[in-house]
């Protein structure tokens, strides 16, 4: 179909943007020495995984068994899956692993770890386990100097299942958007895990891979001495989150939501498009940042960003847009009338991506293609 007759709410992706980030982050792994394994819970679209594979990437990170069974299914073999292993989930893991996909599963609790064992154990099946190492206190894993890192580790070997690595996830880099912060945490991020995969060596426990990521941390990163893999995954996308931390350009985001003007409130200075939350995502990550962008930047349906324009507010299937700035009664309609087509970049890539059930790749030349990306778990 035409770019001109998509029908709106759609989301657009940018596929020179997108291959320039895919390149960007790939070069950046290459430069530090380590392998890069995408987090393709972003895109969730098996093009864009290939293009990712095809830049050099080795493996994927998933965040659902779903998008395991799904990029197996694609050809993708070598997948990390990034959630703490729940017990009803064993099973599917199981299958997984006996049709030939190379998954790794991850737990950060002896209470976990006894699971996995004793399911592997009475389905003779020998899981490759990998340990989640809290190196910033954002959300799970154990920290690198706990004594359960060891405990953990000792259960899965003597149980006769295979502990592949540590493996860390500085989230709290979100929060950053100074260069010197977040190479500091980036420091922080390789260290702790590093020190935790020294100390199970040093006890005698199996520790090959050492998995460390973040876009914020992996763009920020001076060294990885003793990292193995690089994990990230907004890169291919990036985000107004992003941008506002300093990690890409406005001109590197490559997800936006094309949308159409349907009304007005001209004595508030109103446009009304098609595009709600529902598109949008109620994602508002922007708003503890510098600066808050609302719902969205608004861009022309050509992708140039319009200075002052933001989708300030959002309900199911309206957004509302306004000029900062705009007095109330100055003349909205005469800037967007009816019918105008605009792009809005999201807050959160992943998020907005995520209200979609398929991508609308625009290529340079102005061809489009639709590329499926699914749902669930």
């Not at 995984?49 to 095809?54: L, N, S, T």
């Not at 190492?133 to 580790?153: C, E, F, K, M, N």
């Not at 005469?334 to 792009?343: D, W």
């Amino acid at each position: 179909m035409p770019f001109d007759r998509l029908d709106t709410p759609s989301a657009i992706v940018d596929v020179a943007r997108m291959q320039h980030n895919i390149e960007r982050m790939q070069s950046r792994a290459d430069a530090l020495g380590t392998r890069l394994r995408p987090h393709v819970k972003t895109t969730k679209c098996t093009p864009v995984v290939r293009a990712q594979i095809a830049a050099g990437a080795q493996g994927i990170t998933v965040s659902t068994l779903k998008e395991a069974e799904q990029f197996f299914a694609d050809g993708v073999t070598d997948i990390v899956y990034a959630v703490g292993m729940a017990e009803h989930r064993l099973p599917q893991a199981l299958a997984l692993r006996r049709r030939g996909c190379d998954l790794k599963i991850i737990t950060d609790s002896l209470a976990s770890a006894r699971q996995i064992a004793a399911f592997g154990s009475a389905h003779d099946e020998a899981f490759e386990v990998w340990i989640e190492i809290d190196t910033d206190g954002h959300r799970s894993g154990i920290r690198p100097d706990q004594p359960a890192l060891l405990d953990v580790g000792g259960c899965l070997h003597d149980a006769g299942m295979r502990l592949g690595g540590v493996l860390t996830h500085a989230g709290s880099s979100y929060e950053l958007d100074t260069p010197e912060a977040l190479a500091a945490l980036a420091e922080q991020e390789r260290a702790g895990c590093v020190q935790a995969a020294e100390r199970l060596r040093a006890a005698g426990l199996p520790c090959p891979v050492v998995s460390v990521g973040s876009t914020p941390t992996a763009l920020s990163a001076a060294t990885l001495d003793g990292v193995t893999e690089l994990r990230a995954g907004v890169y291919v996308f990036f985000d107004l989150v992003m941008h506002n931390g300093g990690i890409c350009g406005i001109d590197e985001l490559a997800l936006s939501v094309l949308t159409t003007v349907i009304g007005h409130q001209p004595e508030k200075g109103w446009a009304i498009v098609d595009a709600g939350w529902m598109a949008m995502s109620r994602d508002r990550g922007t708003q503890k940042q510098k600066r808050d962008w609302g719902y969205g930047q608004v861009c022309t349906v050509d992708g140039v960003p319009m200075p002052g324009y933001v989708m300030q507010g959002a309900n199911q299937e309206h957004g509302i847009v306004a000029v900062e700035g705009l007095r109330s009664g100055e003349d909205i309609v005469s800037r967007l009338p009816i019918g105008t087509r605009l792009r809005i970049l999201p807050n959160h890539a992943c998020a907005t991506g995520a209200q979609f059930p398929e991508y609308h790749a625009l290529a340079p030349d102005g061809s489009v293609q639709t590329w499926s990306r699914f749902h669930g778990w």
